[in-house]
Nanobody, 115 residues
Framework: VQLVESGGGLVQPGGSLRLICTASGFTISSYMMRWYRQVPGKERELVAGIASAGGTTYYIDPVKGRFTISRDNANNMVYLQMNSLKPEDTAVYYC?????????WGQGTQVTCSS
């Protein structure tokens, strides 16, 4: 079982990045999928979530209107489109799959927003 994040990098304020989470070893179609982020010295925080069927999404207030989470169950992938990035979005971003008591995590991808 594996979740692998990609798409992170360095971007200037106002720029965009698209994070990709690729799952293997299990099928994400029955899992709630989420993106979290963490900065050094702080707790990991939930950024966005999407229900298993993809119809319901959730965002924390600081990213509403700028980030979009989506999923492709057929290809076992989850995306986080991040637009209008701000320096405070700088963090390691993690993909999470959750179903009842089962919880899978990726290794994270670094997103740095700086001029």
């Amino acid at each position: 079982v594996q979740l692998v994040e990609s798409g992170g990098g360095l971007v200037q304020p106002g720029g965009s990045l698209r994070l990709i989470c690729t799952a293997s070893g299990f099928t994400i179609s029955s899992y709630m999928m989420r993106w979290y982020r963490q900065v050094p010295g702080k707790e990991r925080e939930l950024v966005a979530g999407i229900a298993s069927a993809g119809g319901t999404t959730y965002y924390i207030d600081p990213v509403k209107g700028r980030f979009t989470i989506s999923r492709d169950n057929a290809n076992n992938m989850v995306y986080l489109q991040m637009n209008s990035l701000k320096p405070e979005d700088t963090a390691v971003y993690y993909c999470n799959a959750r179903r009842f008591s089962t919880d899978f995590w990726g290794q994270g991808t670094q997103v740095t927003c700086s001029s």
